[in-house]
């Protein structure tokens, strides 16, 4: 049985093969992954405006982004509803993300 297992052809929602790709692609994207990080961690407790689906505005401060990066985590959270003092919000109801990262340019 583990022959036929091993021999079927892929059924919708499997898994994707690891897609193959050079020692130089490999590399880039090792370099994008860590500034991806690195600016996470910099964004940390900085003001954000998320712009969502239905035009609608939130703000809070960003705190974390899960690795799959379909989840945001927001302290303060400002709603049209009302205010939240943690919450997590999907990504995928997010159209953008606006971080105040606090340099602001001082000339005209």
């Known amino acids: 049985m583990d022959n036929a297992l091993a021999s079927r052809s892929p059924l919708p929602g499997d898994a ?7 020692a130089g692609t490999q590399q ?3 370099e994008l992954r860590t500034k991806m990080f690195h600016f996470l961690n910099k964004a940390r407790d900085c003001e954000v405006n998320l712009s969502c689906y239905e035009r609608t505005q939130v703000q809070g ?7 799959k990066q379909e989840q945001v985590v927001v302290s303060g959270l400002q709603t049209p509803i009302g205010k939240y003092s943690h919450a997590i919000i999907r990504a995928s109801d997010v159209i953008a993300i606006d971080f105040s990262l606090g340099q602001a340019s001082s000339s005209s």
């Open 16 to 22: 994707e093969p690891p897609l193959a790709c050079d």
């Open 28 to 30: 880039r994207n090792a």
């Open 61 to 67: 401060r960003f705190q974390s982004m899960d690795a």
